[in-house]
């Protein structure tokens, strides 16, 4: 049972340029969930999805961030014009569907994206 | 604001000995709290988990103990073992939210 898969585990563009991020959550997994994480610091939410539907985008920021879980095919999360302060782990979870009830979230191996 | 923080950033221990890793949270409104170890270049992974209408948990070498007036949470982890050696996170969730709030890591180091 393949865990939750993240391509490319790394990344580097040029300020300016775009990134996009994808994430296939674990085998019967309809929840998806995007953290980032900066050097020496915990994870801080950015996004929650569910296929076709973003649920909780509390934690995106208002701009150049997008983010989308399609009937089929991987989660992506986008990020437009990249600056260098955009360099960070990108860590995706995934969740199980369970009506009411708070599950835990496996994590894949992360994107680390470099900004030069 | 809501928060989740560490007491210790970083615990050294001797192999074989125990080690208790603590987490404070300021939400009253959490119910779901979560332990999670990361090793260098990875993912975090998954340790154990608590809900708030308990007092400790047990798996296998690691116990959780929550104690909701004081809001306080630890991990204990028993024998510890070189392979035990990473940052570990603990991590809250407010009811009604499937967000994660992380604290900012303990590393633990075990030394042989």
């Known amino acids: 049972n393949a865990g939750v898969m993240q391509n490319p585990r790394h990344l580097v563009r040029r300020r300016g340029q775009e990134a996009r991020l994808r994430c296939s959550p674990m085998k019967g997994h309809s929840h998806v969930y995007w953290y980032r994480q900066l050097p020496e610091e915990g994870l801080k939410f950015m996004v929650y999805l569910q296929k076709e539907n973003i649920i909780d985008e509390s934690g995106m920021p208002k701009e150049r961030f997008s983010a989308e879980f399609p009937k089929e095919g991987p989660s992506i999360l986008r990020i437009q014009q990249v600056v260098r302060g955009d360099s960070a782990a990108y860590f995706c979870a995934s969740s199980p569907r369970q009506q009411g009830v708070t599950t835990e979230q496996y994590f894949g191996p992360g994107t680390r994206l470099t900004v030069t | 604001g809501e928060s989740v923080g560490l007491h210790l950033p970083t615990l050294s221990v001797q192999e074989g000995d125990n080690s208790i890793i603590n987490c404070a949270y300021s939400n009253s409104a959490s119910d779901y709290f979560i332990w999670y170890k990361q090793e260098s270049g990875k993912g975090p992974q998954f340790i154990i988990d608590?809900?708030?209408?308990?007092d400790k948990r047990q798996g296998q070498r690691v116990t959780v103990l929550l104690n909701k007036t004081v809001k306080h949470l630890s991990l204990q982890i028993a024998a510890t073992q070189p392979g035990d050696s990473a940052v570990y996170f603990c991590a809250e969730n407010k009811a009604g939210r499937r967000a994660l709030t992380f604290g900012s890591g303990t590393r633990l180091q075990v030394q042989p």
């Open positions: 608590i809900r708030s209408n308990m």
